[in-house]
């Protein structure tokens, strides 16, 4: 038999973007372009492999959405400090979809202020927005 899926990936959308911030591209750029003092942490939340071919927004921090929960939970053994801050976390992914859920997921577990940035990361290239190469840190030992 069939699963029935009783809420669809695009109710699971409609109820996020009713529920947390969306922030437009040319927004995002100025963001970015205020740096440190703007007090914002621009998270990256695509998977390694988008990241290595495709680039990521400079300074972002890249959190992958299957980690989310347990690096912004103070409590999980995998929690990481940079959630921890008293910053502004904006979430990006490629095309605006999973940042979404995944900023609303972040403003549930209590962490605020989030927002996201609509479009993603193709909107932030296709505005011209600073792409810079990512190399991932290599394994100790």
Not at 20 to 47: C, F, Q, W
């Amino acid at each position: 038999m069939p699963q029935t899926i009783t809420r669809g990936i695009k109710a699971l959308l409609d109820e996020a973007n009713a529920q947390i911030e969306t922030i437009g591209i040319a927004d995002a750029v100025a963001l970015h372009k205020a740096g440190p003092a703007s007090d914002v942490v621009i998270v990256d939340i695509r998977d390694p492999r988008e990241i290595e071919r495709d680039g990521r927004i400079p300074g972002s921090f890249a959190c992958t959405r299957g980690m989310l929960e347990f690096w912004i939970d103070p409590e999980s053994p995998y929690a990481k400090p940079v959630f921890q801050g008293d910053k502004k976390f904006v979430f990006y992914c490629a095309g605006g979809l999973r940042s979404a859920l995944a900023a609303k997921t972040a403003q549930d577990m209590g962490l605020k202020p989030v927002a996201h940035i609509e479009g993603g990361f193709a909107a932030w290239r296709d505005a011209g927005g600073p792409v810079e190469a990512w190399v991932p840190k290599k394994p100790k030992g």
